[in-house]
Antibody, heavy 124, light 112 residues
Framework: EVQLLESGGGLVNPGGSLRLSCAAS????????VNWVRQAPGKGLEWVSSISTGSSYRLYADSVKGRFTISRDNAKNSLYLQMDSLRVEDTAVYYCVRHGSPTAGFYDNWFDSWGQGTLVTVSS | QSVLTQPPSVSGAPGQRITISCTGS?????????VHWYQQVPGTAPKLLIS???HRPSGVPDRFSGSKSGTSATLAITGLQAEDEAYYYCQSYDNSLSNFVVFGGGTKLTVL
C-alpha cells in the first residue's frame, strides 16, 4: 500500500523558516516524480512544487519561487520542502503527493496518492 | 481567481444525476492537456477520482464518469448517494503560465 507521511509542520513567525518532510513507503520512490500541494484554511487546492525522479527538474509556483526549495533523497525514500521567508499567506495544510505514472512526463501525469497533510501556520 | 472555473456548488437528491463543469482555455484544457478530478471529504486528503479525462482508477464506482470537449471538462455522478457529499476539484496543466499545474476552485456537492 502506498503511504506518504508528512511531518515538520507547526507555528512559525512571519519571515521564519520551516522544513517539511515526507516519508514514502509501499512503492519504488525513486521511480516517481513527487509534489507538494497546499490548501489554505477554507480554500481550494494550490500546487506548490514538483520534482522529477532524479531531481533534475524542479518546478515552483510563482507564489513560492525564490523562497521554497524542494528536494528528495531516494536512498531515504523521502521528499522535503525547505520554506524560507514565510508569509502569513503561506498558512495552509501541505500535502505530499505522488504522480500517478512513473513513465508519463510532468504534463501527462496526475496526482494519484496523497499524504494526510501537515499544517503550517505563519503568524506572529 | 482560479485558472479553471468550476461552479461553487451543486446539489441533488439521492438517486439523481448531477454534473460539475470545469471551464478552461486554449492554453490548458483546450490544448493537449488532460483533465483529472479529485474528491475531498472535509477534513480528509483529496482522493483521485478520474484521470486522463475519463479513466476511473481501481475502486472508484462506475457512477462517476468524466469527459472533455474543447476547453471544458465535465464530471458526472449518477445514482447520487449521501456519501458523495464532498468537494470536487478539476486539475490540468497550462502552457502559458509559470504555474504549470492548475486547479479549479472546487465545487461543493450537497446531497439533499
Amino acid at each position: 500500500e502506498v503511504q506518504l507521511l508528512e511531518s515538520g509542520g507547526g507555528l512559525v513567525n512571519p519571515g521564519g523558516s520551516l522544513r517539511l518532510s515526507c516519508a514514502a513507503s509501499g512503492f519504488t520512490f525513486s521511480s516517481y516524480s513527487v509534489n507538494w500541494v497546499r490548501q489554505a484554511p477554507g480554500k481550494g487546492l494550490e500546487w506548490v512544487s514538483s520534482i522529477s525522479t532524479g531531481s533534475s527538474y524542479r518546478l515552483y509556483a510563482d507564489s513560492v519561487k525564490g523562497r521554497f526549495t524542494i528536494s528528495r533523497d531516494n536512498a531515504k525514500n523521502s521528499l522535503y520542502l525547505q520554506m524560507d521567508s514565510l508569509r502569513v499567506e503561506d498558512t495552509a495544510v501541505y500535502y505530499c503527493v505522488r504522480h500517478g505514472s512513473p513513465t508519463a512526463g510532468f504534463y501527462d501525469n496526475w496526482f494519484d496518492s496523497w499524504g494526510q497533510g501537515t499544517l503550517v501556520t505563519v503568524s506572529s | 481567481q482560479s485558472v479553471l472555473t468550476q461552479p461553487p456548488s451543486v446539489s441533488g437528491a439521492p438517486g439523481q444525476r448531477i454534473t460539475i463543469s470545469c471551464t478552461g482555455s486554449s492554453s490548458n484544457i483546450g490544448a493537449v492537456f488532460d483533465v483529472h478530478w479529485y474528491q475531498q471529504v472535509p477534513g480528509t486528503a483529496p482522493k483521485l477520482l478520474i484521470s486522463n479525462n475519463s479513466h476511473r482508477p481501481s475502486g472508484v464506482p462506475d457512477r462517476f464518469s468524466g469527459s472533455k470537449s474543447g476547453t471544458s471538462a465535465t464530471l458526472a455522478i449518477t445514482g447520487l448517494q449521501a456519501e458523495d457529499e464532498a468537494y470536487y476539484y478539476c486539475q490540468s496543466y497550462d502552457n502559458s503560465l509559470s504555474n504549470f499545474v492548475v486547479f479549479g476552485g472546487g465545487t461543493k456537492l450537497t446531497v439533499l
